[in-house]
T-cell receptor, first 110, second 115 residues
């Protein structure tokens, strides 16, 4: 079965600092995508970043980057230079967004 | 990017009545759409996958007769909560996958309250 695990229910980061959110997954597929989604208070799901399993290079989108460890089935999200607007729920997703982790609530402290 | 519009944003209905939620892909054709349910402070749980022109595929534990899904066209999927009860109150979200499921486009969600 496809599973996604986020072990950090809540994280806090000081504005302008860096924070890493953890995600592990399980899959029997050989080619797949992994996603990080942000859900602000509006509850609109926003794609933050995605990674294709076949690509060894870690994906990067501006202040957001991932550390993808395929063998370890780990897919962590690093947010650099954290901003107040980054405060939200973050979900790791797999299997074409069929399976989501339990989420990590990120608080950004001014 | 592609846009998925979900309507209504919120709805209050009386116990025992049915309510329909629409999910439209505005600028692309979606042969598949996903329907999720999200309880407060919890994750998204996939309820079912709707397929244009064929029956929906429901996840284990989801009542097919309670949650009717129809995907009548390439741009519209609907979720009807039948004979709603207070325990059906939740946040419902739809999404449409992009090409090769490399991304997904989400609707704004619908907050359903059954009184």
């Amino acid at each position: 079965a496809q599973t996604v695990t986020q072990s950090q229910p809540e994280m806090s980061v000081q504005e302008a600092e860096t924070v890493t959110l953890s995600c592990t997954y399980d899959t029997s597929e050989s080619d797949y995508y992994l996603f990080w989604y942000k859900q602000p208070p509006s509850r609109q799901m926003i794609l933050v970043i995605r990674q294709e399993a076949y690509k060894q290079q870690n994906a990067t989108e501006n202040r957001f980057s991932v550390n993808f460890q395929k063998a370890a089935k780990s897919f962590s999200l690093k947010i650099s230079d954290s901003q107040l607007g980054d405060a939200a729920m973050y979900f790791c997703a797999h299997s074409g967004v069929r399976v989501f982790g339990t989420g990590t609530r990120l608080k950004v402290l001014a | 990017g592609a846009v998925v519009s979900q309507h209504p944003s919120w709805v209050i209905c009386k116990s025992g009545t049915s309510v329909k939620i629409e999910c439209r892909s505005l600028d692309f054709q979606a042969t598949t759409m996903f329907w999720y349910r999200q309880f407060p402070k919890q994750s998204l749980m996939l309820m079912a996958t709707s397929n244009e022109g064929s029956k929906a595929t429901y996840e284990q534990g989801v009542e097919k007769d309670k949650f009717l899904i129809n995907h009548a066209s390439l741009t519209l999927s609907t979720l009807t909560v039948t004979s709603a009860h207070p325990e059906d109150s939740s946040f419902y979200i739809c999404s449409a996958p992009g090409r090769r499921e490399t991304e997904a486009f989400f609707g704004q969600g619908t907050r359903l309250t059954v009184v």
